[in-house]
């Protein structure tokens, strides 16, 4: 196991906290649901559950019960992995949104917010599989915090208060936004009491008739007919048709290391790509906060985003597989396009051919959860069923409208995803150990996140909060590079003489994600139990006992 420094060399008003169990979010009163679990009995998966639930009430501003989700789950012997991202709804395809949008430059039209963005909501679903799989406690129990909350009010926390303002002049039209998101005619502001009873009544009917009543009974018939109301295209039928799928992982070893990944439609192959091209570099011989490191874990990173934006989809529409795209010769080929002393515009390679919210939780069971929903662009759609408090995702925006690209939209079919949990593990004796749940949201940050997370603990030897809190960059689509304003100048003089076109960004919060980390510190030994950390751009907390 990496032995850290547990000196942390940047500004932050956080510190690791160490528990046997242990539950990391970024709102206090989620991370404080999950502990509840926990010492009710549960286990780590109820305490995600729960922790996921609350969410939904102190930080709809991210994600709600009309999102998306994915999970990494350690059982003590191997990573299980979730996809709970939802399908288009069967009449969606590229004639549908080019009759009712129109086209430019022979391409149809596609919305950015509305009915026309929402796929069929996977979340629920994805509680119900893992609950399913892997609970304990009876899923009324997991409920029961975020009723509370939702009932009774919560004084909204700073940066929740923020973004809810700044979301407001774009969505305030939105069918059933402002009656659910604007009680007072405007945002909450910081310390204000929300409540949020619609949102309560739902919870409690997924707590009495368990969550496929949100796919099949009441919940159901009120989102299909507020879609039918408002011109949207889901129906019953999408919605009873939907399940949340087991998937199997992928994977890259990394310094001696496993890094895992949920496999496409999500994004986390790219930082398993990035991690495969740095493995090929002598990384630690650099100091860590300067010029060369950086260069090459951006580099890295832009060679995998060539790759992820021209093949990543649904897999069953990918011309090439995840094995190719990971494959070892193909990275070390990759690898070589990097020159040590240019930034270069990449094009994506030929593999051989053959709004977001993060949580984690871990228990002394030795059972570890990695756990991510989001709407997708802060409120998502800007859509909410009123009286259930449904905040509905944008997540077709991740379609493609382009006919020859695999990502091309189709009933029935998951869009590109951004949303991606990760895990850590190391072997030990032909056999995988757990070493780390962790995850960075925040759109295309993510795997980014990841690759910056990873490089720092394990080539560098940064403890999880020390990684967490340094100054992060994010390589945008069109391979500029946003560095935080933090980064220490010489550095970012540095990457502007290779030729990097930089900008620096205030506002940490949109641009450069927000990560929880827990890592096992003993295998040998669990009574050591955790430790986890909480990322100081966000409200969250790491919270154990």
Not at 452 to 475: E, N
């Amino acid at each position: 196991m990496t032995q850290f420094n547990w000196q942390n060399p940047y500004p932050t008003p956080r510190l690791p906290v160490f528990a046997r169990n242990i539950v990391s979010t970024s709102h206090p009163l989620a991370a404080q649901a999950g502990l509840r679990m926990l010492w009710q009995g549960g286990n780590a998966v109820d305490a995600a559950i729960a922790a996921a639930a609350c969410m939904t009430v102190v930080e709809p501003v991210s994600n709600g019960l009309g999102g998306d989700c994915f999970a990494l789950v350690w059982d003590g012997k191997q990573v299980h992995g979730l996809n709970a991202s939802g399908t288009a709804p069967a009449a969606w395809n590229v004639d549908y949104f080019r009759k009712k949008y129109g086209e430019a430059n022979g391409i149809a039209r596609q919305p950015i917010r509305g009915l026309d963005t929402v796929t069929v909501p996977g979340v629920i679903a994805g509680w119900e599989a893992l609950h399913a799989k892997f609970g304990k406690l009876p899923f009324a129990d997991l409920m029961a915090p975020a009723i509370d909350i939702a009932e009774r009010g919560h004084a909204v926390a700073h940066i929740v208060a923020r973004k809810w303002a700044a979301a407001v002049p774009e969505l305030k039209d939105q069918p059933g936004y402002a009656q659910t998101f604007m009680p007072n005619g405007r945002a909450p502001t910081t310390s204000e009491m929300m409540r949020m009873p619609g949102h309560a009544r739902t919870l409690r009917l997924l707590a009495k008739e368990g969550p496929r009543a949100y796919y099949e009974g009441e919940i159901a018939e009120r989102i299909a007919a507020w879609n039918a109301e408002h011109g949207g295209a889901m129906t019953t039928d999408d919605l009873r048709n939907y399940r949340a799928d087991w998937v199997k992982p992928i994977e890259k070893d990394y310094r001696g290391y496993t890094v895992h990944e949920i496999p496409p439609n999500g994004q986390g192959i790219a930082a398993l790509i990035a991690l495969g091209i740095l493995e090929k570099f002598d990384v630690s011989s650099h100091a860590v906060d300067r010029v060369h490191s950086q260069h090459l874990q951006i580099e890295a990173m832009k060679l995998a985003f060539a790759d992820l934006y021209k093949y990543v989809a649904d897999p069953r529409s990918m011309e090439v597989t995840p094995a190719q795209m990971l494959d070892d010769g193909y990275l070390t080929e990759r690898a070589k396009l990097i020159d040590p002393n240019k930034a270069t515009h990449f094009d994506f390679g030929m593999p051989r051919s053959g709004g977001t919210i993060y949580l984690t939780a871990a228990d002394e069971q030795g059972m570890m959860v990695s756990f991510i929903q989001s709407n997708y662009m802060g409120f998502g759609s800007g859509v909410v069923v009123p009286d259930y408090g449904i905040a509905l995702q944008n997540r077709g925006c991740g379609f493609s409208m382009d006919p020859k690209s695999a990502n091309v939209v189709e009933g029935g079919k998951r869009p590109f995803h951004t949303i991606i949990p990760a895990f850590l593990t190391q072997k030990v004796n032909g056999k995988h150990e757990a070493v780390m749940s962790f995850g960075v949201m925040g759109g295309d940050m993510q795997p980014q996140g990841h690759l910056q997370s990873v490089v720092r603990m394990l080539d560098y030897g940064q403890q999880p909060q020390a990684a967490c809190d340094a100054p992060r960059w994010k390589v945008n689509r069109d391979f500029t590079v946003d560095i935080e304003s933090t980064m220490h100048r010489e550095t970012v003089q540095g990457l502007v003489a290779l030729g990097h076109k930089l900008k620096s960004i205030d506002d940490p919060y949109m641009d450069f994600g927000s990560g929880q980390y827990i890592w096992r510190l003993d295998r040998n030994d669990p009574a050591r139990g955790y430790v986890a950390a909480s990322d100081s751009r966000r409200d969250g907390l790491a919270a154990g006992y």
